[in-house]
T-cell receptor, first 115, second 114 residues
């Protein structure tokens, strides 16, 4: 079984400040890792994913994440946030290979960017 | 392409009533899933389908039925609604195999059971 822990339920930051949203996972096998973003009253949109290879992955809107196998972490970072980044962010894991239709999500982190 | 569409956007039911949440996609995705989102709980998988005629249970299937007669549609049925089913429901789809690992989500249906 797999599980995902997002360590912060809410993260308030000021505009143009850097931000890190933390994600740890637990799994007895290798996993694929994802970050999704949900803007208010919308569905989820993929930000980035880690399948294999380079541990630093870049996504849309200037976000990046680093996979750390020894710490079982996949933290999301952005060097300078904008008001428009205010949203809820979800970390998710799935089994590797083609059967990753079964995503396991964390409980989400609400990022609020203040002027 | 319209992507993944869900209807209705909002629904209020009384306890014991039944209804069907509709989900359709026009991307020819074989994999489709239903999730429910509750405050502080993230998204939890209800049912999923890997193709027409093939469905299986996810993490929280009790109280919900699904069927998949076409590639495009994947309706979710509540046979006897309960207040515990008050939630936001999301449908998602993706291509099979290793072509892409991105799941595409619909805009959601907000359901209230009184």
């Amino acid at each position: 079984a797999q599980s995902v822990t997002q360590l912060d339920s809410q993260v308030p930051v000021f505009e143009e400040a850097p931000v890190e949203l933390r994600c740890n996972y637990s799994s007895s096998v290798s996993v694929y890792l994802f970050w999704y973003v949900q803007y208010p009253n919308q569905g989820l949109q993929l930000l980035l994913k880690y399948l294999s290879g380079s541990t630093l992955v870049k996504g849309i809107n200037g976000f990046e994440a680093e996979f750390n196998k020894s710490q079982t972490s996949f933290h999301l970072r952005k060097p300078s946030v904008h008001i428009s980044d205010t949203a809820e962010y979800f970390c998710a894991v799935s089994p590797p290979g083609g059967s990753n239709y079964k995503l396991t999500f964390g409980k989400g982190t609400l990022l609020t960017v203040n002027p | 392409n319209a992507g993944v569409t869900q209807t209705p956007k909002f629904q209020v039911l009384k306890t014991g009533q039944s209804m069907t949440l509709q989900c359709a996609q026009d991307m020819n995705h074989e994999y489709m899933s239903w999730y429910r989102q509750d405050p502080g709980m993230g998204l939890r998988l209800i049912h999923y389908s890997v193709g027409a005629g093939i469905t299986d249970q996810g993490e929280v299937p009790n109280g919900y039925n699904v069927s998949r007669s076409t590639t495009e549609d994947f309706p979710l049925r509540l046979l006897s609604a309960a207040p515990s089913q008050t939630s936001v429901y999301f449908c998602a789809s993706r291509l099979p195999g290793t072509a892409s690992y991105e799941q595409y989500f619909g805009p959601g249906t907000r359901l209230t059971v009184t």
